[in-house]
């Protein structure tokens, strides 16, 4: 019970704020929403010992700070791409294995993967590959490997504490 009211609550309160609507039947939708998500996505839960507290706020805060940097880094690539028609592109879709333990990491890496413009996660396999709509998918397969390592170990350090 405690868990559902843990994570109900803030969904139901987030969710107007996100919609920017508070007649009582947008709160009556988030609240649904809000309980249809703790029920489907219910994860296993792993105590954290007060003394990995610090590696696992450090951790956090670099993919976050990764995360940020990508979204600024992709957008002055595909602004670039806009304000310069004569370049040629070659769209594409590209394979990225995860290489993540959880189905969670491997969530997490392509939200990162899509939050970064030019970039969109199409379809994850069973085997956890990534299929990947790349703007400039020319060569990016070296890149985006080596992109999701980092990611994967910082993912490793946050659900390992």
């Not at 009556?28 to 994860?43: D, E, F, N, S, Y």
């Not at 670039?80 to 990225?96: F, K």
């Amino acid at each position: 019970m405690g868990y559902y009211l843990r994570v109900v609550i803030p969904l139901a309160i987030i969710y107007p704020i996100i919609t920017n609507n508070y007649e009582l039947s947008n709160l009556v939708v988030g609240l649904l929403i809000a309980l249809a998500l703790a029920v489907l996505v219910k994860p296993q839960t792993q105590a954290v010992k007060w003394q990995n507290w610090p590696s696992l706020i450090l951790a956090i805060l670099q993919y976050t700070v990764e995360l940020i940097w990508d979204v600024f880094l992709n957008g002055l690539k595909v602004a670039y791409i806009v304000l310069t028609p004569s370049l040629q592109i070659t769209p594409g879709i590209v394979a990225v294995p995860s290489g993540c333990d959880t189905e969670v990491a491997t969530a997490l890496s392509a939200f990162a993967i899509t939050a970064a413009p030019g970039e969109m996660v199409i379809e994850t396999d069973d085997d956890g590959i990534m299929y990947t709509h790349c703007l400039i998918a020319l060569g990016k397969d070296e890149i985006m490997a080596k992109a999701q390592d980092r990611r994967r170990q910082i993912l490793e350090r946050i659900f390992a504490s």
